[in-house]
């Protein structure tokens, strides 16, 4: 078997394979024995048929099949011996192959870049933290109690804050259009939740009274035949219903899992889940920072088959309800191409680091983290069984350790400073 290798880009490579005639004829006879075994051909028994009636029969099918097997198992016997590492499933351009010649095909395929010493050059880096004060547990109680709200009705003039019950018919230029009529529909006036105009339009109004409110669809609008459209939408005011929060009582706080039912307790428990989650944020903005410096320091070139396929992974996990019978489009894909470099080019870098500083998985370190993990559910048990029986989330796990291990082996001689912001500032930047 003959190979010659050429390079058109850094990543592309184009491999030509020639194969003995006799590769051929000895996969083809093998063929032929192995049909003449159980053809059944009017005439002969079962098995008994002469080699050139199955060669007539059954020439040009084996034939193919042949040069099938030879072409897979020559290419991959190529790839070995040329020492590459495709991605992807190559391309194979066989030629037109004459009787009693050798075969000869053309594979094109990408490689993974070449990883050598990767750099990572920093002196300080600048941490953000925090601290939890009172404010950001009541806002996340007061979020709890907008959660619980009870709707009473209110016989009055529709105000800010109100669920109202409306019947609505829109219209553009006289004419109904998809979308644009519903009945008994909530809506909680300044949510935003309605295109700009439409709430404003209920505020004043009362029960069972009409109205004809002017909107303008916005720009972005996802339904492109009526986006930057004018409209009319006749509404009818079905129920307005004022909100009433739950007191911060005994029965209350039980139902939103504290046992003892006491504030305090309520306070301490809201605290630690955002101590908790305030811990996983400033670990990552971390990760991160130190991740944003190994991309800008080491610029890879990304096979497009492996930035095909992490958008395609991506994609699924955004939208979860497609399906695999769903059909990705290149328009749908391009919002998705850009992080999945920056994933792909990670993953490179940081399997490269890994095996540079000859890290392991710490398994104490993992055991522990489960431990603080599973505490955050009301039944630890079962996360932890639920995690032992869990091929995938186990790998995740010991990745985002691995990964961790590494920011701090990075970290080892670099000064870092903190900077102290609020909670609300830092989870949101």
């Known amino acids: 078997m003959q190979v010659s290798v050429e390079a058109p880009s850094k990543l592309l490579r184009r491999m030509t394979v020639v194969v003995p005639s006799e590769k051929i004829t000895e996969a083809y006879d093998k063929r032929i024995i192995k049909l003449s075994k159980s053809a059944k051909i009017a005439g002969f028994r079962p098995g008994k ?6 060669k007539q029969r059954y020439g040009d099918s084996a034939r193919q099949e042949a040069l099938s097997e030879v072409i897979h198992s020559s290419l991959y016997a190529a790839i070995d011996q040329e020492k ?9 351009e066989p030629k037109v192959v004459e009787p009693n010649q050798p075969l000869e095909f053309v594979a094109s395929f990408e490689i993974l870049p070449e990883l050598h010493a990767v750099q990572f050059d920093l002196s300080t880096l600048e941490k953000q933290t925090a601290s939890i004060v009172d404010a950001d547990i009541e806002k996340v109680i007061g979020h709890l109690r907008t959660q619980h709200t009870r709707w009473i009705k209110a016989d009055r003039e529709a105000q800010d804050k109100d669920q109202v019950l409306i019947d609505f018919r829109g219209t553009i230029d006289g004419i109904a259009f998809s979308g644009g009529e519903a009945h008994d529909y909530p809506i909680v006036l300044g949510s935003h939740t309605m295109i700009p105009g439409f709430e404003e ?6 029960t069972g009274e009409e109205k004809s409110i002017p909107v303008t669809f916005p720009e972005n609008y996802p339904a492109k035949e009526v986006a930057r459209k004018a409209a009319q939408f006749g509404i009818k005011v079905i129920r307005i219903s004022q909100p009433e929060l739950p007191a911060l009582q005994e029965e209350f706080i039980k139902k939103l899992g504290v046992k003892t039912g006491k504030l305090e307790d309520l306070y301490a428990e809201v605290k630690k889940n955002l101590e908790r989650e305030l811990e996983r944020v400033v670990r990552l903005k971390l990760k991160n920072q130190v ?5 800008k320091q080491n610029p890879l070139e990304i096979p497009g088959a492996l930035i095909e396929r992490e958008a395609s992974r991506i994609h699924d996990e955004v939208h979860p309800h497609h399906g695999q019978s769903h059909s990705h489009t290149k328009e749908e894909m391009v919002q998705f191409n850009e992080p999945a470099k920056r994933n792909v080019a990670l ?16 398994a104490e370190r993992i055991q522990a983290y489960l431990n603080k993990m599973a505490t955050a559910y009301e039944d630890p048990a079962a996360v932890m069984k639920w995690y032992a029986n869990n091929k995938r989330a186990q790998a995740e796990v010991e990745m985002q350790i691995l990964e961790e291990q590494l920011v701090e082996k990075l970290l080892e001689n670099v000064q ?4 102290n912001i609020s909670y609300h500032e830092l989870i949101n930047s």
Do not use: R
């Open 49 to 54: 048929a002469p080699l050139a009636v199955i």
């Open 84 to 92: 590459l590492n495709p991605v992807g499933v190559p391309t194979v």
């Open 201 to 206: 339009g209920i505020v004043g109004m009362k």
């Open 291 to 295: 991740f944003d410096v190994l991309l």
């Open 347 to 362: 993953g490179l870098l940081v399997a490269e680091l890994i095996k540079q500083h000859k890290l392991s998985i710490n």
């Open 416 to 419: 870092v400073t903190e900077k």
